[in-house]
């Protein structure tokens, strides 16, 4: 049995409550505080999910983005019902954009907001948000950086003229993860204006794991080192690759 089917009958006593404004703001309080509540019992939490995700609200959808801010046990009842709180956000439509906007400005995790804003906005106001939300990080260290580091991670599916300026800066961030996610990001983008600041990266890095994703995109787009590089570029290289020649990075 899912999570709504619990709902089916009864339960629906918030339903009739929900309006526009300030009575879509009152239906969506009333249960707002026990679907993020990770004491509460898992019955009165379900309910209060099911009743904010069929009210399809500006309101309702920030409520129900509290709920990807904790976890339960056990995981099966947990990923139910942030599937359900994922499909009542999506519910509000274009409302819900705000919300999960104001929300991604404090969550310790992006991988439900990016998700969602996936389904909700057309790619290149998706991939918009997205350099929006990397703009509030620089590369200096940060204790906590998995949102800086899901967004890099995401902006590595598209290929659009606004990423390469905005993610060249990380392929010389403090953190080695950071530099990785980065370094795909600005190849997916397969525009040879990042040659000169890949291989700037290349000469500084320290993680060879960094240093071979670099050397594997040059030589899997057949990239030439420009020749007064190739002396500096030949130093920073680990000794499975070589610069032949013409310029090209081979892997022996």
């Given amino acids: 049995m899912g999570l709504f089917?619990?709902?089916?009958?009864?339960?629906?006593?918030?339903?009739?409550?929900?309006?526009?404004?300030?009575?879509?703001?009152?239906?969506?309080?009333k249960w707002a505080e026990k679907a993020a509540d990770k004491r509460a019992q898992n019955y009165d939490r379900q309910e209060a999910i099911a009743e904010l995700a069929e009210m399809g609200?500006?309101?309702?959808?920030?409520?129900?983005?509290?709920?990807?801010?904790?976890n339960i046990d056990p995981?099966?009842?947990?990923?139910?019902?942030?599937?359900?709180?994922?499909?009542?956000?999506?519910?509000?439509?274009q409302a819900a954009v705000l919300p999960v906007r104001s929300f991604s400005a404090k969550a310790e995790s992006l991988a439900w907001p990016i998700k969602i804003l996936k389904e909700l906005l057309a790619e290149d106001a998706y991939v918009e948000e997205l350099?929006?939300?990397?703009?509030?990080?620089?590369?200096e260290y940060s204790k906590f950086i998995d949102p800086k580091l899901q967004i890099l991670a995401a902006l590595e599916d598209f290929k659009q003229p606004t990423i390469l300026p905005k993610v060249e800066p990380f392929l010389e961030d403090v953190n080695g993860d950071a530099r990785y996610l980065a370094v795909g990001t600005v190849l997916s983008?397969?525009?040879?204006?990042?040659?000169?600041?890949?291989?700037?990266?290349?000469?500084q890095e320290e993680s060879l794991r960094v240093k071979n994703r670099i050397l594997d995109g040059f030589a899997s787009r057949g990239w030439i080192v420009p020749e007064e590089a190739v002396g500096?570029?030949?130093?920073?290289?680990?000794?499975?690759?070589?610069?032949d020649a013409s310029g090209r990075v081979v892997k022996r």
């Avoid at 995981?75 to 439509?93: C, P």
């Avoid at 350099?131 to 590369?139: M, Q």
């Avoid at 500096?232 to 610069?243: D, F, G, I, M, N």
């Fill in 131 to 139: 350099l929006l939300w990397l703009d509030r990080w620089d590369t």
């Fill in 57 to 70: 609200t500006a309101e309702s959808a920030a409520a129900l983005l509290k709920r990807f801010t904790f």
């Fill in 189 to 203: 983008q397969d525009n040879e204006s990042a040659i000169p600041a890949l291989l700037r990266a290349l000469e």
């Fill in 232 to 243: 500096q570029t030949r130093k920073a290289l680990p000794p499975e690759y070589s610069v």
């Fill in 75 to 93: 995981s099966i009842t947990d990923q139910e019902e942030k599937d359900g709180a994922y499909q009542g956000v999506l519910a509000a439509g």
């Fill in 5 to 29: 089917d619990l709902f089916k009958s009864g339960g629906k006593k918030g339903r009739d409550e929900a309006g526009k404004g300030a009575g879509a703001a009152a239906a969506a309080a």
